[in-house]
């Protein structure tokens, strides 16, 4: 029977690796994700009453360069509902991220391109589309359909797309390869820090779940179609043109692939959060579209989902019911499981699986490119959701990967980026997965 490890073996197994490898820099963990000033999870993401990336959502907005073909797409549900918005934000204590939420969904969210210097337009689309047309023509005549893509006979900046396989067997996602050609693309004209933004993480609801008690509930869903409920403002729209079969198109509603798109939807589901918590739900985080609620009994979670789905939809944004699940005492969140009755939470095997071979083929790598690098990185930060210890062991990744301009770039498998890979593939080879709720140990 697998056996959960406590913070203290954790820290020896740390320690033991550590003298084993040889001696280490000592580098601090990276503030968690789910707290951007180091503090306490706030409602909202609020802070003493003042929404923390107001400015750079109001930066965004001033700086978008209007684009010379305007054009507005088909009302969306949140905009059929702004009045709905307008009632329910009133007493926000943060006026201007309000008075911006509702601006934005009544007129369009500007998307905060400026345009630096000459744009390349796509030439083609990426060849996951070209080998799956009927997807692609399913889908433009579904987003047709629904007023969110538009045809256009002017012109309009083009970029290529392509679609990725959804986890529902069947199901696509349209992606914007917005960042091409490097250089020349509309996601080049969009400021990075104005776009970066920090997200809840399975530690926040861990240490919910530690202050409730053993045996707490949890229920989560997810926004049916998040970003596509999400409105471009018509002076941006010109700049998210796609072609396909001849034909123009430009995009309308919030777009996979847009650098600000994140933070966009984000700072919608913030203000779609702190309404729902004014209506009596105690304990509930979002990561992006995926909501998670925690309470004591069965009956409170339940009622607190109820609330929820008849809030969200009332908003304009509605569930997907096929992922709607709760009230349960273990669930999957951000794909780490966790089990308020043993008080864990686990890596799945599959993935812990996964991990240990990938270490293994990278163990005498000696180059690679900075895409390799970053796949690698991202499964090691998925990883330390559960093991809090290896997130000391990430930043010689961030530094490597940062060095490297292009994602073909060749580069060179440095020392320090090789200590830190033995000491993933050692550690990994003696963990179970399994760690204990750090709050209650």
Known sequence: MAVALTDKQMDEVVRRLTEQLGPRVARPAPADKGDPEGGEQTCGALAEGAYLWCEDLKSLECRSDNHEVITRGGVTSPQRCWQIWKRELEAHPDREFSEFI???LREGFRIGFKRAGRLKPAKGNLQSAL???????QYISKEVDAGRLIRVEKQVHLSPFGVIPKKEAGKWRLIFDLSHPPGASINDGIEKSLASISYVSVDNVAEVIAELGRGSFLGKCDVQS????????????????LQWEGKVYIDSALPFGLRSAPKIFTAVADALQWVIIRKGVEHLFHYMDDFITIARTEKECEAAMQVIQTTAEGLGLPLEPKKTVGPKQQITFLGIEIDSITMEVRLPQEKLTELLE????????????RDNLESLTGKLQFASRVVRPGRCFLQHFYAAIAVARKKAEVMRVNKTVRADIRWWHTFAQEWNGTSLLWSCV
């Open 131 to 137: 080998e799956h047309k009927e997807v692609v023509d």
């Open 226 to 241: 998040a970003f596509r409920h999400i409105p471009i403002h018509p002076r941006d729209t010109g700049w998210l043109g």
């Open 358 to 369: 990938l270490l293994e083929a990278w163990l005498d790598r000696k180059h690679c490119t």
């Open 102 to 104: 509702l601006r934005s």
